[in-house]
């Protein structure tokens, strides 16, 4: 299976700051990675797509860029709803895995 | 509005089995493909398995191969996920999620809580 390893596993940060998860994965993906961002006792919600794109209603502040095996999600200028956990997902060799989340909080 | 409800869930004795339910609505069931995924409490995301628009598509992780089986249902807009032989490992929130781009995810149902305990 291919792991996905997330970094930083947790993060404190502040409304209006500027933050970058990464996302590595233990073989070549191509661009076949997801973002998705989760609160606590709610589902999973994906915000970005084949490493770069937006989904449908989702924020500009959020992008995502990389590819092979290295990506990264970005978020501009924090908002306080924006404070959750991340995980990265790949769907490019089944199993479909996710990496271990990062967990984003308010400093 | 796309909408997936996830029932069934509850508290079963290791070894013993649950079947839970996925009904879909707000989009034509039977042109996609459904996912489950889990998250034990206070864990991360695991995928379990897929069916794809014909039942004879199916995937299932490791973990859960030979004792769970996936099937649809498009006249009732619904996906079953039979669970046996369960374990205390797969205590968790059980996720419907709809098929996108073949290996992801678009829209989730709210989850259904599987407690397995003595």
């Excluded at chain 1, 997330?6 to 409304?15: I, K, R």
């Excluded at chain 1, 290295?70 to 709803?81: A, C, G, K, N, R």
């Excluded at chain 2, 909408?3 to 034509?28: A, I």
């Excluded at chain 2, 992780?61 to 807009?77: E, L, Q, Y």
């Amino acid at each position: 299976d291919v792991q996905l390893t997330q970094s930083p596993s947790s993060l404190s940060a502040s409304v209006g700051d500027r933050v970058t998860i990464t996302c590595r994965a233990s073989q070549v993906i191509g661009n076949y990675l997801v973002w998705f961002q989760q609160k606590p006792g709610k589902a999973p919600k994906s915000l970005i797509y084949s490493a770069s794109s937006l989904q449908s209603g989702v924020p500009l502040r959020f992008s995502g860029s990389g590819s092979g095996t290295h990506f990264t999600l970005t978020i501009d200028s924090l908002q306080p709803e924006d404070f959750a956990t991340y995980y990265c997902q790949q769907y490019n060799i089944y199993p479909p895995t996710f990496g271990q989340g990062t967990r984003l909080e308010i400093k | 509005e796309v909408q997936l409800v996830e029932s069934g869930g509850g508290s079963v004795q290791p070894g013993g089995s649950l079947r839970l339910s996925c009904v879909g609505s707000g989009f034509s069931f039977d042109r996609y493909g459904i996912h489950w995924v889990r998250q034990a409490p206070g864990k991360g995301l695991e995928y379990v398995g897929n069916i794809g628009i014909n039942e004879g598509n199916r995937f299932y992780a490791n973990s859960v191969k030979g004792r769970f089986t996936i099937s649809r249902d498009n006249a009732k807009n619904t996906v079953y996920l039979q669970m046996g032989s369960l374990r205390v490992e797969d205590m968790a929130v059980y996720y419907c999620a709809r098929d996108f781009k073949d290996g992801t995810f678009d829209y989730w149902g709210q989850g259904t809580l599987v407690t397995v305990s003595s």
